[in-house]
């Protein structure tokens, strides 16, 4: 390890990339939405009255941060509860900090809202400074209100939307994230087609397992249950009624991931398709969810504790408070390597035989509360949506990645839609980028409808030649 020294204080460097989810108002939001886990941390903190993160505390923290890391960009992400309640001066100073220590690194900025509060002076401010947003939004209406209402349990998709109508105004670059849930889950195309509608062309979906609390968990008054101990199971599973129910999980991945490669593969992109293709191109997975190991990407609440992971905000994995620590010790702590092996350490000999497990790697360890059909602890709450849908992707994750491979481009897919769907439909008992049985080298992708000249017409319906088109 290497040190920075900077007024008399020494930072460690880190030269393994780390990522920290910073939630400067904590878990305060403006909305009460049913399945959200996280309304209920303000329980850990009950002697707080004042939940905004201070300039002294963010002025160590962007220094660190940045001084802590090797790499040309930096990444912060901003998250809550929910953030504009810190108002959009408090980020003007976040980007006068990173201005300052930044060094000529590059600096780029996420954030994390409901949408409620933005307005021609918010959005002002993240165009001229390049926020990327997630703008959190369920689906349609009905879909949306279903769970996301506010503290008077009134809906809220109109005031999303009008939120929305300020991101396009001012030309702020968004994504969407979507909390599956057991109600939206059962209408995929219905979300897929809304989101598309309302000009998202970054989906995240992001399934929500929450358990019923054991007499731990009441102990310190909270409502969801802990998320389990490594290699341990839960003989009792009791979840949510909001909870995603894992079949439908598959089934609700699979029907977009067969429209989304029929017609917009290229102009749409879905955080999961996009990880499993890197997945199935054997470059590691861009998730810290289906990553081998974890432990890169922390949380820090309002008053600057540091938590090993935005799900595991529990006193047992604090890991220091900022003021006190630098960054990189508590980054790189021998407590949070451990934390981060544990997921591939702790893997069930079910899931290392498994033949979906380059795909997914067991997932979070935060939904691993299940017992193997063996009797082992660790399987992972979603594993039977997961099966179902990387064995339904294969074959078109397979042409795509070889397509890559040759310099082409996966938008080659849908050439012939019939194919695309053809692929997509047809499960092979061989999975993966080797699958249990080596596969041989393949060089030719042969796609059914595909010109024999490449000064034909293109049979997209272009009307340019193929060779300018999609050959």
Same mark, same amino acid.
Request: hydrophobic share 35%; charged share 25%.
């Given at each position: 390890?290497?040190?920075?020294?900077?007024?008399?204080?020494?930072?460690?460097?880190?030269?393994?990339?780390?990522?920290?989810?910073?939630?400067?108002?904590?878990?305060?939001?403006?909305?009460?939405?049913?399945?959200?886990?996280?309304?209920?941390?303000?329980?850990?903190?009950?002697?707080?009255?004042?939940?905004?993160? &201070?300039? /002294?505390?963010?002025?160590?923290? %962007?220094?660190?941060?940045?001084? !802590? +890391?090797?790499?040309? @960009?930096?990444?912060?992400?901003?998250?809550?509860?929910?953030?504009?309640?810190?108002?959009?001066?408090?980020?003007?100073?976040?980007?006068?900090?990173?201005?300052?220590?930044?060094?000529?690194?590059?600096?780029?900025?996420?954030?994390?809202?409901?949408?409620?509060?933005?307005?021609?002076?918010?959005?002002?401010?993240?165009?001229?400074?390049?926020?990327?947003?997630?703008?959190?939004?369920?689906?349609?209406?009905?879909?949306?209100?279903?769970?996301?209402?506010?503290?008077?349990?009134?809906?809220?998709?109109?005031?999303?939307?009008?939120?929305?109508?300020?991101?396009?105004?001012? &030309?702020? /670059?968004?994504?969407?994230?979507? %909390?599956?849930?057991?109600?939206? !889950? +059962?209408?995929?195309? @219905?979300?897929?087609?809304?989101?598309?509608?309302?000009?998202?062309?970054?989906?995240?979906?992001?399934?929500?397992?929450?358990?019923?609390?054991?007499?731990?968990?009441?102990?310190?008054?909270?409502?969801?249950?802990?998320?389990?101990?490594?290699?341990?199971?839960?003989?009792?599973?009791?979840?949510?009624?909001?909870?995603?129910?894992?079949?439908?999980?598959?089934?609700?991945?699979?029907?977009?991931?067969?429209?989304?490669?029929?017609?917009?593969?290229?102009?749409?992109?879905?955080?999961?398709?996009?990880?499993?293709?890197?997945?199935?191109?054997?470059?590691?997975?861009?998730?810290?969810?289906?990553?081998?190991?974890?432990?890169?990407?922390?949380?820090?609440?309002?008053?600057?504790?540091?938590?090993?992971?935005?799900?595991?905000?529990?006193?047992?994995?604090?890991?220091?408070?900022?003021?006190?620590?630098?960054?990189?010790?508590?980054?790189?702590?021998?407590?949070?390597?451990?934390?981060?092996?544990?997921?591939?350490?702790?893997?069930?000999?079910?899931?290392?035989?498994?033949?979906?497990?380059?795909?997914?790697?067991?997932?979070?360890?935060?939904?691993?509360?299940?017992?193997?059909?063996?009797?082992?602890?660790?399987?992972?709450?979603?594993?039977?949506?997961?099966?179902?849908?990387?064995?339904?992707?294969?074959?078109?994750?397979?042409?795509?990645?070889?397509?890559?491979?040759?310099?082409?481009?996966?938008?080659?897919?849908?050439?012939?839609?019939?194919?695309?769907?053809?692929?997509?439909?047809?499960?092979?008992?061989?999975?993966?980028?080797?699958?249990?049985?080596?596969?041989?080298?393949?060089?030719?992708?042969?796609?059914?409808?595909?010109?024999?000249?490449?000064?034909?017409?293109?049979?997209?319906?272009?009307?340019?030649?193929?060779?300018?088109?999609?050959?």
């Amino acid at each position: 390890m290497s040190s920075l020294k900077k007024g008399g204080m020494s930072t460690i460097k880190s030269h393994l990339p780390y990522h920290i989810m910073v939630k400067p108002i904590g878990p305060i939001c403006n909305l009460d939405c049913k399945y959200c886990f996280y309304l209920e941390k303000e329980n850990l903190y009950p002697e707080t009255h004042n939940f905004s993160m &201070s300039d /002294e505390l963010l002025e160590k923290f %962007v220094r660190e941060y940045i001084e !802590s +890391q090797d790499g040309p @960009e930096i990444s912060f992400a901003w998250q809550g509860g929910e953030p504009t309640l810190m108002g959009v001066d408090f980020f003007r100073k976040v980007v006068q900090f990173q201005d300052r220590f930044s060094n000529g690194r590059q600096i780029s900025n996420a954030f994390q809202t409901n949408g409620m509060l933005l307005n021609d002076a918010w959005c002002e401010f993240l165009a001229e400074r390049n926020f990327l947003v997630g703008l959190s939004v369920d689906g349609p209406r009905e879909l949306h209100d279903r769970y996301r209402v506010d503290k008077g349990g009134k809906p809220t998709f109109d005031r999303v939307m009008h939120g929305l109508e300020y991101l396009e105004k001012h &030309s702020v /670059e968004f994504n969407t994230l979507t %909390v599956v849930n057991r109600h939206n !889950s +059962q209408r995929p195309l @219905e979300v897929y087609r809304f989101l598309k509608g309302i000009g998202s062309k970054f989906h995240q979906f992001i399934p929500i397992v929450e358990r019923l609390p054991d007499e731990e968990d009441k102990a310190i008054k909270l409502k969801l249950g802990e998320p389990p101990e490594a290699g341990h199971a839960d003989t009792d599973v009791r979840v949510t009624e909001w909870t995603v129910v894992p079949r439908q999980f598959g089934e609700f991945l699979v029907k977009i991931f067969d429209e989304w490669v029929r017609a917009d593969v290229g102009d749409i992109f879905v955080q999961m398709f996009d990880v499993a293709l890197g997945n199935w191109m054997q470059v590691g997975s861009g998730l810290c969810i289906f990553a081998e190991r974890c432990g890169r990407a922390l949380a820090m609440e309002h008053n600057g504790d540091l938590y090993s992971c935005d799900h595991y905000v529990y006193p047992r994995y604090r890991l220091g408070n900022v003021m006190d620590q630098s960054l990189g010790d508590m980054v790189n702590s021998s407590c949070q390597r451990k934390f981060g092996n544990d997921k591939f350490d702790t893997l069930p000999a079910y899931c290392m035989e498994c033949e979906v497990r380059f795909a997914c790697n067991g997932e979070c360890p935060k939904q691993r509360f299940l017992q193997t059909p063996t009797g082992e602890p660790g399987l992972n709450y979603l594993c039977a949506g997961y099966k179902r849908f990387f064995k339904h992707i294969d074959p078109c994750m397979r042409t795509m990645a070889e397509l890559i491979a040759q310099n082409r481009t996966p938008r080659e897919i849908m050439v012939n839609s019939e194919f695309a769907g053809t692929m997509a439909a047809r499960e092979r008992t061989s999975t993966g980028p080797e699958g249990p049985k080596k596969r041989g080298k393949s060089s030719t992708i042969i796609i059914p409808g595909q010109p024999h000249s490449r000064n034909a017409p293109c049979p997209c319906g272009s009307g340019k030649k193929f060779k300018n088109c999609c050959g």
